[in-house]
């Protein structure tokens, strides 16, 4: 058998960030919760997803450069490496900051015949945003995604872990009201929420109902 052609030295791979290069702010909750998840897994890389939705929770909802590179960091990977995985999934925020509470309109075929694009529309018009806009208030993100397999509730509309549906304007008009009057932030809610799922109980400190 030939051997595997390898382009330059295994020494000149991208190498993780440093420490010296990033200002981290994982806290000592999520460090403890990054290491004790670092047990299930096989490898450290195999652990880059639940290690992102940490730092979407605790960079506020948002997976900026510097939250990538403290994941790289923590994980021993090179920054492009985490990156090419959190812009693979769209349930990472890496191009748009998605306020506190992100409205994710359903638009696949089922919802579409069922009027998911007049209620994308109403929100739009409502919030005076377009699809993966936020408001100035940092309040909403609307952002229309692909099937979240509620078909039986179409339109439905996805907000933190909680669906809505079917909706109709009133139902809008009322969870936007909800939301706008909550101090609860739903994206970043998830976020952490995801995270408790996956840690046994012993490891658990976070809020999980």
């Known amino acids: 058998m030939s051997d595997l052609l390898q382009i330059g030295s295994p020494n000149e791979r991208p190498m993780p960030p440093r420490a010296e290069d990033l200002e981290l ?18 490898n450290w890389k195999a652990c880059i997803l639940p290690g992102l939705w940490i730092a979407q929770r605790e960079y506020g909802g948002m997976l900026t450069d510097a939250a990538i590179a403290e ?10 490496e985490v990156q090419g995985v959190a812009t693979f ?20 075929l089922s919802c579409h015949f069922n009027g998911a694009f007049r209620v994308r529309d109403y929100v739009s018009k409502k919030l005076g945003i377009g699809n993966k806009e936020t408001t100035p208030d940092g309040m909403f993100m609307l952002e229309e995604v692909e099937c979240l397999n509620a078909c039986d509730r179409a339109p439905v509309v996805q907000v933190g872990d909680n669906y809505h549906g079917p909706v109709d304007e009133k139902y809008i008009d009322d969870l936007l009201e909800k939301l706008r009057n909550s101090e609860e932030n739903t994206v970043i809610k998830m976020a952490d929420q995801i995270v408790q799922v996956q840690l046994m109980e012993t490891e658990r400190k976070g809020t999980l109902a």
């Open 25 to 42: 702010q994982f806290s000592e909750q999520a460090i403890a919760e990054l290491d004790a998840l670092k047990t299930h897994y096989p």
């Open 89 to 108: 999934y769209s349930m990472y925020n890496t191009q748009h900051h998605p306020g506190r509470h992100k409205i994710e309109v359903c638009t696949c």
């Open 71 to 80: 994941v790289a960091y923590r994980l021993k990977r090179s920054a492009a």
